[in-house]
């Protein structure tokens, strides 16, 4: 039997319902247990009254990242706590690059640091921290013999 992509099939899963981040038109790069990578082009509607990216659409791009990074052992995970240092700015036609990398997994929380890259400049946006908490539930059914 075939082995299962259970990072994959759990990111088209999240996606589906995950209306903000299709808003944000967020494109994978990467996913694998533990990692997620992700880009988005920075549109004319995410500007705040300065012409750069609105510090919130950024924040938006990490925290999908560490979504789908933590959700990629299919444990049900969501945030605990998060820190956001904006390093630069961006603005529209960039764009940006989030790459989440788990730092520490437990059996109830994980930690995962996330860094936004402009990749049109090449120069680092943000830097992303968050602890998550990781229920018993399952986000895509599987049948663990499968696995």
């Known amino acids: 039997m075939k082995p299962v992509d259970i990072p994959g099939a759990v990111f088209h899963k999240m996606m589906e319902t995950d209306y903000f ?6 494109r994978l790069e990467e996913i694998g247990a ?4 992700l880009r988005m082009e ?6 705040n009254g300065f012409g750069i990216i609105h510090g919130g659409v950024t924040f938006a791009l990490a925290d999908s990242t560490l979504a789908f990074a933590s959700n990629s052992h299919n444990r049900l995970s969501v945030s605990l706590n ?11 036609g960039d764009v940006l690059v989030a790459t989440a990398t ?12 996330v860094e936004v ?3 049109s400049s090449g120069q680092k946006i943000a830097l992303f921290r968050g602890t998550v908490y990781r229920t018993s539930k399952e986000v895509i059914e599987t049948d663990s013999k499968e696995i």
């Open 117 to 119: 890259v402009n990749r």
């Open 82 to 92: 998060v820190a956001m240092s904006y390093v630069k700015s961006a603005k529209e």
């Open 21 to 26: 981040s299709q808003w944000m038109n967020i």
């Open 102 to 113: 788990e730092q520490v997994l437990g059996g109830k929380t994980g930690t995962y640091d």
């Open 34 to 37: 533990g990692k997620c990578r």
């Open 42 to 47: 920075v549109r004319k509607e995410m500007l």
